[in-house]
């Protein structure tokens, strides 16, 4: 079987972290979520993958170019405009002949899941969606069974509307006949892929398959540094020996075993890198700084005595000398949408800068091309490019 997946979307709730990357490069243990994906589905077997891309597809295709590199064939088929996943699997039509697998390409999860679907289709020959049960299903596209036969699936069900606690785990395997299916499925504006498998499931039933290994989706910011710190919190311990030749730490300096540093970071002396932190290439971390709990992307600087906790710091970003990102749980609203009591001290874009002696109050997000004057106290949303002086 070959495998379609879905990596042509924007994420505007990530923003600004989305303004010049497609949601699936953001990255997971230093390690594009993508990149995860195609893992997954190489380690279940499957050597022929088509990835939709759209949205900043170049940052895509110069990472994985041909695939090669994890023993998988790569052909790209492009979404010009993001009209939705339906829409997304069409474009993969042309190079389709029999049964595959579809994926959305901004989910971490086990080959297993791949597994699994190939297994059904093949016993079957049904159409199959791979589900899988959480805590808060009404954050995601909840289905509705009767036995193994999906009866329905609400995108964001308002809490209480439904008792089933099982979720679309974003993994189907489908004939091409699903193309023709896509076609006939009405659209106003996008054209979604579960309002096809919803519409017609009378004609062709829908079959469920449980997957009950680990699963993330990465929907908002918090759930990024949720995400990284699974990851690296199940990941063997980090020695001196496992670091990149080119990682400097200071003989005085603590780095944790649930931690991963990329090529050229500096670890200043007196400086703590604490659990659950990435730190991606060319970073430098500056004496006595600590992190803890933070995703900090490439070319970043974090200054001398700095402290940034539950945060996220975007590329070439700078963290001025002793500033604070306290970290923590808060209200953040986004979108319009309040979410409350979500462990997340904040974001600070690519290329923002913070000043000497700042503090970003929890659940601020910094955006992109921001200056922040020494010494200013932050919170709520910092348009992109905005600057803010102290007082």
Known sequence: MKAVILAAGEGSRLRPLTNHRPKPMLPVGNKPLLESVIEAVSAAGVTEIVLVVGYHRERIQNRFGDGDRWNVDITYAVQEK????????????????????????????????????????????????????????NRFGVVELDGQTVTDIIEKPIPGTTSSKQINAGVYAFGPEIFSAIRRTESHGEQALTTTLRTQSDVRPLRAVPYDGFWGDISYPWDLLWLNNYVLDRQRSTSESDLPRSVRVASNAVVHDDVVLDENVTV???AAVLRGTSVGENVSVGSNAVIEDAVIFPDATIGPGAVVRDCIVGANAAVGPNATVEGGSTDVTLADEVHRDVTFGGLVGDNARLGGNVTVRPGTIVGEGVTVDSGAIVGGRLEDGAFVQRG
Not at 93 to 109: K, M, S
Not at 116 to 137: F, K
């Open 82 to 137: 993001q009209l939705g996943t339906g829409h997304a699997l069409l474009q993969a039509e042309p190079y389709i002949e029999t049964d595959f697998i579809a994926l959305n390409g901004d989910r971490h999860l086990k080959p297993k899941a791949v597994e699994d679907l190939i297994d059904e289709r093949r016993q079957t020959g049904a159409s199959c969606l791979a589900v899988t049960r959480v805590e808060m299903p």
């Open 268 to 270: 200043h002396p007196g």
